[in-house]
């Protein structure tokens, strides 16, 4: 007995000793809260460092961009996205395809990540000046920093302009709180500049909950926010009469007629996306399993300081507070979901369908922290937050490490790919991957698409009249006699009459990209270092 007390007494000496310890060397709660955004920033700042190593475009959208941009020029590219009704992205492309053409997809990343965390400290600057608790506010943004929800489009230059409309969106709100005409005009500029992305409406509700945090009445609100429903109201009319797709984007985007079974399906498929935490595990174990320790380390240490700031909050959202923000999270939610739900968008990781998160991710963000709040202890709270973090992170990290791989296996099949064209007449050449390309490409997109070969082998000066399909797309490649155009924006081109078809057999293992490291791929990226990932065998005869 005696020992255990002894024990009990050390314990309690300690837990004293650390008290004194908190109160004298880490920060009130105001700036423990503020100290656990700024950790986020720069955690997520040195996990997102590794994807500017990846210097080349992805996805079937930075292609095509990329070369209406370089063979068409800027103009082309403009009217194409009017028609499509995203003029805003159009100056966007400008700055990313006209800063460096040789390093598009690095500039790009760099903007995306730019902004992603200034998005950060503006979501900790709303529900901080909304008066929500200092902890609540720093762990929405810790959330939204660390979340892999809108990741992937950082490494996309075709969806860089995501995270920049997010920000004026955001910064609208935050704004628009702010006294005087001049802040209201501001507010106003910057919410029409946001437009671009009409789905961000989502998040008006914000807005009109930051303003009644700081007005204390509806009718002070009231007069605030009626240039911003004017500008919805006159938005939508004008949308919905006058700026319906047009041209090659002629019924994109228009309103599917389904069934109320299949609407609830699309719906649960939205949902499952932000409450699916298996898939995050799994890969953020897997990266502790094969890659550096370091890495490992690196968050633990990173989520670890969060926890240790955000114990020093003592100040707990009300359950009238945890309720407002349920019902903020909730509409939030749904009316991000509900544009894409109406036109039939599944929300998932593939293929960079992502991006229909662009405004539901912050209803479920603040869901998910309302329901960290549900939990009893403290001390459990911290943990939940920590190791969202963390396992977060982990999985940014091993989409880049996937983008990577991704790049060095596709350019080691474009340096095998170009010598035969060069020798050989134009042709049509199906080519089988094996093991098929969903299996290893990033985002777990189906295929390399005719974008990624035919306009990356353009721009590159490597095509030689010849256009190269993946069978894995399950499109059968254009008659002899048929039109094969780049893409849908090129003029009209006379199919090569030699048809030919080959195999792109990747080397035993390759396919397990996790069980590369990260360092070594970024380094093979950086240096120009080739991997040796397959064999391409081309099959002899004609096969028409």
């Excluded at 924006?489 to 035993?508: G, N, S, W, Y």
């Amino acid at each position: 007995m005696a020992v255990w007390a002894q024990l009990g007494s050390t314990i309690g000496a300690f837990g004293a000793a650390w008290q004194r310890v908190e109160r004298r060397y880490l920060p009130s709660e105001a700036s423990g809260a503020r100290a656990c955004v700024l950790i986020a920033l720069g955690l997520m700042l040195v996990v997102n460092i590794p994807m500017l190593a990846i210097g080349t475009v992805f996805g079937g959208d930075d292609w095509a961009w990329l070369w209406v941009y370089r063979v068409q020029g800027s103009a082309a590219m403009h009217q194409y996205l009017w028609e499509v009704v995203h003029p805003g992205f159009a100056p966007v492309f400008d700055i990313v395809f006209g800063l460096d053409g040789d390093n598009s997809g690095r500039i790009a990343r760099i903007v995306a990540i730019v902004f992603h965390l200034a998005n950060g400290w503006l979501v900790w600057l709303i529900f901080r000046d909304g008066r929500s608790a200092p902890a609540f506010a720093a762990i929405v943004a810790v959330l939204y920093l660390a979340a892999p929800f809108n990741a992937g489009l950082h490494g996309s230059p075709a969806h860089v302009a995501y995270d920049v409309f997010i920000f004026f969106y955001l910064f609208s709100i935050w704004i628009s709180a702010r006294q005087g005409l001049l802040a209201l005009a501001i507010a106003v500029v910057a919410m029409l500049m946001a437009l671009s992305i009409e789905t961000l409406i989502a998040l008006e509700p914000i807005r009109w909950w930051l303003l009644y945090r700081r007005n204390g009445n509806v009718r002070a609100v009231l007069r605030r926010v009626w240039p911003f429903l004017v500008i919805i109201l006159a938005f939508a009319i004008v949308r919905v009469t006058l700026l319906a797709p047009t041209g090659h984007y002629e019924g994109y985007n228009a309103l599917k007629k389904l069934n109320a079974s299949e609407y609830v399906i699309v719906l649960f498929q939205h949902l499952q996306f932000f409450a699916n935490l298996i898939e995050p595990v799994r890969l953020a174990v897997v990266l502790v399993r094969y890659d550096s320790l370091w890495l490992a380390v690196l968050l633990a240490a990173g989520a670890g300081a969060i926890a240790l700031f955000l114990r020093q909050a003592t100040r707990e959202p009300s359950d009238r507070d945890l309720t407002i923000f349920f019902v903020l999270g909730a509409v939030v939610l749904g009316a991000g979901m509900l544009p894409y739900i109406a036109i039939g968008r599944v929300l998932s990781r593939v293929d960079f369908d992502a991006r229909y998160a662009v405004g539901s991710q912050f209803g479920a963000l603040i869901l998910i922290a309302v329901a960290i709040y549900l939990l009893r202890f403290k001390m459990m709270r911290i943990a939940a937050v920590a190791g969202l973090v963390f396992v977060f992170a982990g999985v940014q990290l091993q989409l880049t490490k996937w983008m990577l791989y991704e790049q060095l296996v596709v350019a080691d099949f474009h340096r095998q790919l170009a010598p035969y064209l060069a020798r050989s007449a134009p042709q049509i050449l199906v080519v089988t991957f094996t093991p098929a390309t969903n299996e290893f490409v990033s985002l777990g997109r189906s295929c390399l698409s005719s974008y990624e070969n035919n306009a990356a082998l353009d721009l590159a000066g490597k095509r030689n009249g010849s256009m190269v399909y993946d069978k894995g797309c399950g499109v059968e490649p254009p008659a002899a006699s048929g039109d094969c155009r780049i893409l849908a924006f090129d003029h009209a081109r006379p199919c090569p009459t030699v048809r030919k078809t080959a195999e792109f057999q990747l080397h035993p293992g390759m396919d397990r990209f996790v069980r590369f490291r990260l360092a070594d791929l970024a380094y093979r990226a950086l240096s120009g270092l080739s991997l040796d990932a397959g064999k391409l065998v081309i099959h002899d005869g004609d096969t028409r």
